[in-house]
């Protein structure tokens, strides 16, 4: 996933005529626009609802003029997950979710709700190769956001789908996972279709995130390799992740 461009516009709220004092106030509007890969995508949730400045709703946040009929949300909530998928009409309706335990209800209005520091899946329906673009318009906000972390071991790892909330790309070793100290081997996954996941694992005696690429060993016939690892880990704006954490639980604070 590629952020393009980050459009701001600010709205004033309108002085009546009759009023014997000048009284404003402001809120500012986002759209962020983000280019996706891959048929089924994290995304994050880098905004609030409009004036009301709750968690925004993801029926709201995820513009549709150039969307396609089928396409879908789906987000996890209450210990299920709820599905929307766009119709004709560019409306988001609830629709089931089927899984080996039966079928659950449709997205509902409760369930859209969801808050930054959060991510959800995107699935393009008639995805076939190449890119394309979402639009999350939204409103902006200065006030910190959390992840929460599930706690795991080396055997059974826990996974939480997270991600930065911020409109700029979140480079994890230059600002640090705040209130949570990475557990040895945990790993940042950015799931990519039919292709290899994008992973960063943590060491602590790097102190920070990298990522392990398989590099030719020279003079060897035949060709055998090697892992190497590179310290980086920078997550693009718009780009949710799974957190793969080996260890203890704990919150991130964005």
């Known amino acids: 996933m590629k952020v393009k461009t ?31 890969e891959a048929k089924k995508v994290i995304i994050a ?14 029926t709201d946040l995820v513009m549709t003029a150039n969307l396609t009929e089928g396409d879908a949300i789906i987000v996890y909530a209450s210990n299920a997950f709820k599905r929307w998928e766009l119709n004709s009409s560019k409306q988001w309706v609830g629709t089931p979710v089927s899984d080996a335990t039966g079928t659950a209800a449709g997205g509902d209005a409760a369930s859209a709700a969801i808050a930054r520091g959060l991510a959800f ?9 190449g890119t394309y673009d979402l639009y999350l318009y ?26 930065s909330p911020k409109t700029t790309d979140a480079n994890l070793n230059a600002t640090g996972v705040v209130g949570f100290t990475p557990n040895a081997a945990d790993e940042i996954r950015i799931p990519r279709d039919n292709l290899p996941d994008v992973v960063y694992t943590y060491k602590a005696t790097q102190t920070g995130w ?23 880990c920078t997550i693009p704006a718009g780009t949710g992740f799974w957190y793969v954490s080996k260890g203890g639980s704990g919150t991130i604070t964005w």
């Open 121 to 129: 899946w995107f699935i393009k329906s008639d995805y076939t190769s």
């Open 6 to 36: 980050l459009a701001c516009l600010c709205a004033l709220a309108a002085i009546p005529a009759f009023a014997t004092e000048a009284v404003t106030s402001a809120n500012t509007f986002g759209v962020l626009k983000v280019t996706c």
């Open 210 to 232: 990298g990522a392990s690429t398989k590099v030719a060993i020279e003079g060897t016939d035949p060709v055998r390799y090697k892992k190497t690892w590179t310290k980086g």
């Open 45 to 58: 949730t880098p905004w609030v609802e409009c004036l009301t400045a709750g968690n925004v709703k993801v």
């Open 138 to 163: 939204g409103q902006d906000t200065t006030a910190a956001a959390t992840s929460t972390i599930a706690g795991g071991d080396s055997t059974t790892p826990a996974y939480s789908l997270v991600a």
